[in-house]
């Protein structure tokens, strides 16, 4: 076995009120992949952080081949050769990608001191091969995929001999195609000797790609296992705390009559002839391939965009709706699956964005009852187990998890009848998406019509009613859950002639 080439022994770090991690320990050897999986708040960012040279540790001692070093900044990480790529990539859209991955290291000419452009590019070229990528370093970013972006991410922490790299939630924007992708180059890197670090709420990206798996639990290391040695209900016991003997709690509701009825709505280029219906009480599954229309049919229920053709009914009564704020007054909600372009202010506090959905609620002669707001804030807080110090926090200083959780928070304080969410627990770890599970069963229980956009099979199968299929942005199937399967489902995304996998992209 070969020695650690990078190690970590009894790290803490506090910020006030907060110990956000304590006592950690970590080895990384070279040339494995190891996956560190832990809820929302276990430590996981700051543990990045630490390595990466953003937070000095307070207690503790790294060390790098098997000698003591300190990390005080981003500098220091990358002479060790460690290097991280994100869920969100942090790249400039309008420099090309040989500039991309050379920014703050070009190669320059020794007497002119000009860019050597044309070895720049030559070596951009050889790095993006080197991981299979197939695109020219010319390009500029902005007309990349995700995919093809952290690719690019990859080859710039290569051109620097990264020897360490960590990926943070790599696969969360991916579709299933993109993310094998990203496997083989991540095996690739493995079999040349980089050491990955591999940060994913994602179970199938452990035992597809991780060699060993560390658990953090409260800001504290529970244990590392061999992937062949560890179970799915053991690593989830060690995320959790606790038995999970329920991970889809479904609530025995009495469906009552319809409250939605869409019928024939079409709009050119994205979705045809889409006819279903929702009953209070119900949980709806609107699932298929990304691309097959889902979101976009969401959308024009809710006013973000239009549609040609077709009519909404909301308890019988036909709509006219050409904004949100019209769906948000006759009582439909919408949470988006962008969180942060479209779901939360960033920069404003927890308390203002719960209230934002229904002002109204919280307002008397033109004045906000701050209080009130706050209070709202703490109930909802607690009862989704949103982890923040206070109600002041800002959505930003929240993790994806927790941002996830706000916005559902924010959806209850309105006054709604139907409720579309769209993919709800992207991003959110095992035990808080049992939480919202619970919470959607309850507001079922309470009369909700609820539409939820999901392209998880075990979370359409294990929460909903009924499933509405959507193919190439028509409905090709209507099912009711409790009387299919996963693999009936997956034909009808992906068409009988295809093979099917465990997970619609």
């Known amino acids: 076995m070969s020695s650690p080439i990078l190690e970590l022994r009894g790290i803490t770090k506090t910020f006030p009120g907060v110990r956000a991690l304590d006592n950690v320990d970590f080895t990384l050897r070279p040339g494995e992949i190891h996956s560190i999986m832990g809820e929302n708040g276990a430590g996981k960012s700051t543990f990045i952080k630490i390595i990466t040279g953003v937070y000095t540790a307070d207690e503790g001692e790294i060390l790098c081949d098997g000698h003591p070093v300190k990390i005080r900044n981003t500098k220091d990480s990358q002479k060790l050769g460690i ?176 409250v939605l009825r869409v019928e024939g709505l079409s709009r050119r280029g994205y979705f045809r002839d889409v006819s279903f219906s929702l009953r209070k009480g119900e949980i709806l599954a609107l699932t298929g391939l990304v691309g097959a229309g889902r979101t976009e049919v969401c959308e024009s229920i809710y006013g973000i965009t239009g549609y040609d053709q077709g009519k909404i009914f909301l308890e019988g009564e036909l709509l006219s709706i050409s904004h949100p704020k019209e769906a948000l007054a006759k009582g439909i909600g919408y949470l988006p699956e962008d969180r942060h372009s479209h779901g939360l202010v960033m920069d ?105 956009v999901s392209s998880e099979m075990p979370e359409v199968l294990g929460v909903s009613d009924r499933t509405v299929v959507m193919k190439e942005g028509r409905v090709s199937a209507e099912l009711e859950t409790g009387k299919t399967t996963q693999e009936e489902i997956l034909q009808a995304a992906l068409g009988a002639q295809q093979e099917v996998s465990g997970h619609a992209e």
């Open 83 to 258: 290097a991280a790529i994100y869920q969100h990539v942090t790249s400039y859209p309008d420099l090309s990608v040989t500039e991309n991955i050379f920014i703050g290291h070009e190669q320059v000419r020794p007497f002119t001191r000009k860019i050597a452009w044309k070895e720049m590019h030559q070596r951009a070229s050889d790095l993006l091969r080197q991981i299979g990528a197939q695109f020219d370093p010319k390009v500029k970013m902005e007309t990349l995929s995700v995919a093809q972006q952290q690719t690019v991410e990859i080859a710039k922490a290569l051109s620097v001999n990264a020897r360490i790299i960590i990926m943070d939630e790599p696969t969360a924007p991916l579709t299933n195609r993109e993310s094998e992708e990203l496997y083989r180059i991540t095996e690739n890197l493995r079999d040349e000797g980089v050491a990955v670090i591999f940060i994913s709420h994602r179970m199938e990206d452990m035992f597809r790609l991780a060699d060993r798996v560390t658990v953090f639990r409260d800001a504290k290391y529970i244990s590392t296992w061999d992937k062949q040695d560890v179970t799915h209900t053991q690593l989830v016991q060690a995320m959790v705390g606790r038995e999970i003997t329920q991970f889809f709690p479904k609530r025995n509701v009495r469906i009552r009559e319809e």
């Open 348 to 452: 404003w506090e927890l308390f203002k964005n719960i209230s934002l959905s229904n002002l109204r609620k919280f307002s008397s002669y033109g004045w906000l009852n701050e209080l009130q707001e706050r209070k709202t804030a703490q109930q909802l807080g607690g009862r989704l187990e949103i982890k923040a110090s206070c109600v002041y926090d800002r959505a930003v200083n929240l993790s994806g998890g927790n941002q996830q959780k706000v916005i559902v928070a924010k959806l209850l304080t309105a006054e709604l009848k139907v409720l579309i969410l769209d993919e709800p627990t992207k991003g959110v770890d095992v035990g808080a998406k049992t939480a919202i599970f619970d919470i959607m069963g309850e507001l079922a229980e309470m009369g909700y019509g609820i539409i939820m």
